[in-house]
């Protein structure tokens, strides 16, 4: 029997490709519904399709123009030729809960998990003992503080409202550089935007002056916890595995979560061997993401003003658009090459 802590996507998606393998999987959450509290922006790229199947029951929206705004008013539109999709993340989350349990697997809601200690787990004060125990628990993932696994994790904060607001056209997200690491207005109808803030600390103030900004009405509040990605993590400890933010599998660029997770969740039917088969699909992707962040982290206004108007035009301009911000390395010796003044903030990279 392999046990896994977390009914998230990441969670519900492990037990299904396990299952597949013919493995009996149980999914224990403490949470008493699947989907809910909702914790990200719901933005997918076109990668995610390839992964699972997207379904139009919870499209809300597409998103085809990426407005990246400088800190002195400027900005640059990035035409994305593979658009992105808004989701309803509460009905998506369910939908992957369904597929595992299509190939029978058991999920089993308001059920806490407390600790894990020579082979045991305590469950709602039940004591089980898996074959396999797995940690997609999340950021501040008990699983890992249970097995020796949660070292040095850096946590950001997302902090996201939906509100209404007066929306130009719903084709166009928002980026905001220079407030926190950056922050955002993406529409999922045309009068409802999520507006958000990612930040090391003081997020809500932050997110406060989106909301004036936009003279928004606030409908909702969401947001959680991101993990800063670690390359140093491990992944396994004996019969106990990470994956999702529990193992810190976040894009450290644009902190989105849901495809290094899926490709990680793909791997997790080797076990044993679990950790080498995911690090070597998505490891070089997450390490070269976390140098570009280190290197924005330290971006001053007059930084981030440059950076975009070295993309307002010509080859730079056509590799970002032409290119899934989900895989760096397909793209950033181009942009070095196009465009040598950027080795200036490879420099900042390099030094991070």
């Known amino acids: 029997m392999i046990s896994i802590i977390g009914a998230g996507p990441i969670g519900c998606y492990s037990a299904y490709k396990l299952a597949l393998e013919g493995y009996k999987v149980n999914i224990y959450d403490s949470k008493g519904i699947i989907g809910k509290p909702i914790q990200c922006t719901g933005l997918l790229t076109s990668q995610a399709s390839k992964l699972v199947h997207i379904d139009n029951d919870y499209i809300l929206n597409k998103i085809s123009v990426a407005r990246l705004h400088a800190p002195n008013g400027k900005y640059i539109d990035i035409d994305m030729k593979k658009e992105n999709i808004v989701i309803d993340r509460a009905i998506f989350d369910k939908n992957l809960a369904e597929l ?46 249970c097995s020796s696994l949660f070292t040095n994790r850096k946590l950001l904060i997302g902090s996201q409202v939906r509100a209404e607001m007066k929306i130009e056209d719903q084709k166009i997200m928002d980026i905001y550089l220079g407030n926190g690491c ?22 809500n103030n932050l997110l406060q002056k989106l909301v004036r900004e936009n003279n928004a009405k606030i409908l909702e509040h969401q947001g959680g916890l991101i993990p800063l990605y670690n390359p140093k993590q491990k992944l396994r400890n004996k019969n106990v595995l990470l994956v999702g933010d529990a193992a810190t599998q976040v894009k450290p660029t644009t902190f989105g979560g849901i495809v290094p997770g899926l490709l990680a969740a793909r791997e997790i039917k080797y076990l044993e061997n679990y950790e080498k088969k995911c690090n070597k699909i998505i490891k070089k992707d997450l390490v070269i993401g976390l140098k570009i962040r280190k290197a924005m982290d330290k971006f001053n206004n007059k930084d981030y003003n440059e950076l975009v108007n070295i993309f307002s035009t010509g080859k730079p301009k056509e590799i970002i658009e032409t290119h899934d911000r989900d895989f760096p390395s397909k793209f950033i010796l181009k942009l070095m090459l196009a465009k040598p003044k950027l080795l200036k903030f490879a420099w900042k990279a390099y030094w991070a």
């Open 182 to 203: 950056f922050s955002w207005s993406v529409p999922e109808s045309e009068k409802i935007s999520r507006l958000g803030v990612v930040s090391y600390e003081h997020s």
């Open 100 to 145: 595992a349990q299509s190939q029978g697997v058991k999920i089993f809601l308001k059920h806490k998990f407390e600790n894990f200690s020579n082979g045991k787990a305590k469950i709602n004060n039940e004591i089980i003992k898996p074959e396999w125990l797995i940690g997609a628990d999340g950021p501040n993932s008990q699983v890992a503080k």
